[in-house]
């Protein structure tokens, strides 16, 4: 089997398991969509769905959230982490939304990037999630799949995401994004994975996931 037949296997293995792969984070809308992927960082998206509704209820759009002071959105967050970090951000791209956005979340990369706190996956995110464009986000679990299966070699996320796009058709990216993520979470998780039961490691995964570490461990001690 090539390489391309191979990832063909792979994006038939999670179109099969996974062919309407619903938005994880709760929404109703582009701005309330990229708080909540602000809030994700190093947070799960369970414990973000929690806190949004919280911070909705006083805030669902740019004009009111800018309106709160950023300790009255840090109280209201702290559960996901990095509140203090967070905070200024959410208040910092409500500003700007309704300083330089006439209150609407620009639809494309440059401006998204500029606001505080987002960076090239949040906004890619957001413009998948929220506006349909292609775009293929690629956090550290995506990373870590991508690198399980040898398609890529990259150090970095930013090598991955070039990478994925290489390889996988530009229609498929949006759901490919969101299925590598339900995968990750069913059946390839970053500790207690077992590759020889896992649908897409059985078969594709590198040489070294079936490598017997403590076999390894205990010849070297010797």
């Known amino acids: 089997m090539n390489k391309q037949e191979k990832v063909q296997d792979i994006v038939k293995t999670l179109q099969e398991l996974y062919p309407n792969p619903p938005i994880p984070l709760d929404h109703k809308d582009p701005f309330t969509l990229l708080v909540a992927v602000a809030l994700s960082a190093q947070c799960t998206d369970e414990r973000v769905n929690k806190i949004t509704p919280l911070l909705f209820a006083k805030a669902d759009n740019p004009y009111d959230m800018a309106k709160l002071s950023v300790e009255e959105i840090r109280d209201i967050i702290r559960p996901c982490g990095l509140s203090p970090m967070k905070s200024k951000g ?17 639809a494309n990369f440059k401006d998204l990037e500029s606001f505080p706190a987002v960076g090239h996956k949040t906004a890619s995110v957001v413009m998948s999630q929220a506006f349909g464009v292609p775009a293929f986000p690629v956090d550290t679990h995506i990373h870590r799949l ?74 070297k001690v010797k």
Not at 90 to 106: A, K, L
Not at 168 to 183: A, G, S, V
């Open 90 to 106: 959410i208040h910092g791209m409500s500003n700007s939304i309704v300083d330089n956005f006439n209150g609407e979340v620009p």
């Open 146 to 219: 991508m690198y399980r299966w040898g398609l890529t070699n990259g150090k970095n996320v930013e090598q991955t995401e070039k990478d994925a796009k290489r390889l996988f058709d530009e229609k498929d990216w949006n759901d490919l994004h969101l299925q590598i993520i339900y995968f990750g979470r069913e059946y390839c998780s970053a500790q207690r994975h077992d590759p020889k039961e896992c649908p897409i490691c059985s078969k594709h995964g590198r040489k070294t996931l079936f490598v017997d570490k403590k076999a390894t461990k205990k010849k």
